[in-house]
Nanobody
């Protein structure tokens, strides 16, 4: 059974950095496309960044491009989201997600989800 466990959230001031981690267990990690999503209070969940199974292809939401970096290590079954230059608008619960194949970017196709980690950015 697939299990995704996020960690690394917290409270930071605007301009600060956080690095989120997601540990994947229960299935073969290296054949999964992985993504980070977020949901702010009162808003719909949105995609932040996704990475291909080998880690060679990455796509970012406009809000994340240039500030966030997604990466993975298939030997460690882990995906990360490095977030720099954080803004108050980045405040949200961040979720790690996984899927096999499908379309690219296929934001709506992710079907394995973690419980989320809270990120709060103060001005």
């Amino acid at each position: 059974q697939v299990h995704l466990a996020e960690s690394g959230g917290g409270s930071v001031q605007a301009g600060g950095s956080l690095r989120l981690s997601c540990q994947f267990t229960g299935d073969t990690f290296r054949d999964k496309r992985m993504g980070w999503f977020r949901q702010a209070p009162g808003k719909e969940r949105e995609g932040v960044a996704i990475i291909s199974a080998p880690g060679l292809t990455k796509t970012y939401a406009d809000s994340a491009r240039g500030r966030f970096t997604i990466s993975r290590d298939n030997a460690k079954n882990t995906v990360w989201l490095q977030m720099d230059g954080l803004k108050p608008d980045d405040t949200a619960t961040y979720f790690c997600a996984a899927k096999i194949g499908g379309t690219w970017p296929g934001w709506d196709e992710y079907n394995y989800w973690g419980q989320g980690t809270q990120v709060t950015v103060s001005s």
